[in-house]
């Protein structure tokens, strides 16, 4: 079975620049209408289940704006990753 990530992007830290939708070599992440804290356009998971995990998008994000957690892992602020429950495999 493949892995599952959750790319989760922080409205606080993102600018806009769009460089981790321009390094994502699976195109998982798009340009998206809403607008951040800081008033720039927000990238999205515009394709998740492609993710494949290797953490490029977050790698270059001048701003570290980028998480990417496997489907169910714990992030850093202790959170699950909402993939695990969107597929509703398991219950918190």
């Not at 321009?22 to 993710?51: D, I, N, S, T």
């Not at 790698?59 to 993939?83: H, I, K």
Request: with cysteine.
């Amino acid at each position: 079975m493949k892995k599952q990530f959750c790319v989760d992007i922080d409205p606080n830290l993102c600018k806009g620049c769009g460089v981790c939708v321009e390094f994502c070599r699976l195109r998982v992440l798009e340009m998206g209408h809403a607008r951040g804290k800081q008033g720039y356009l927000l990238p999205v998971p515009a394709r998740p289940e492609k993710c494949s995990g290797c953490r490029i998008c977050e790698l270059t994000c001048p701003d570290m704006a980028v998480q990417v957690t496997e489907a169910g892992a714990v992030d850093a602020r202790g959170e699950v990753s909402p993939a695990r429950l969107e597929r509703g495999s398991d219950s918190v």
